[in-house]
């Protein structure tokens, strides 16, 4: 995995959880919102609204780079639009990104061991 891919799923992955928690507190802020008076719909729908179309841009970047088939860019979409998706996502994005590496390092040590042989 070259550095532009892994910093792309990096960045979806750094902006998934925040969607997630910002989600979540538009949902309670929307009931608060008809059960009092306190009021913080207009403040949290545009964090949540800012967060959601960066976690859209970076997904159509890190699907753009890994070559992500259609199913598999799809869960990472159906993700950021369900109450607790982003934090499945961030967890697995984590996986992905962890198990790039650790067959990055190892094609480099079986080309490695090639030269020497």
């Not at 919102?33 to 960066?54: C, E, Q, S, W, Y």
């Amino acid at each position: 995995m070259d550095i532009k891919t892994a910093s792309s799923l990096h960045r979806l992955r750094l902006v998934s959880a925040p969607e997630a928690v910002s989600f979540l507190l538009l949902l309670v802020c929307s009931v608060l919102k008809r059960t009092t008076d306190f009021n913080a719909v207009p403040v949290m729908g545009a964090i949540h609204g800012v967060l959601f179309v960066l976690y859209v841009l970076f997904w159509l970047d890190a699907w753009n780079r890994t070559k992500w088939s259609f199913g598999t860019a799809a869960l990472y979409f159906v993700l950021s639009v369900l109450p607790l998706g982003g934090f499945y996502a961030e967890r697995r994005l984590k996986r992905e990104a962890e198990n790039a590496v650790i067959a990055s390092r190892a094609r480099a040590a079986a080309a490695e061991g090639a030269v020497k042989a």
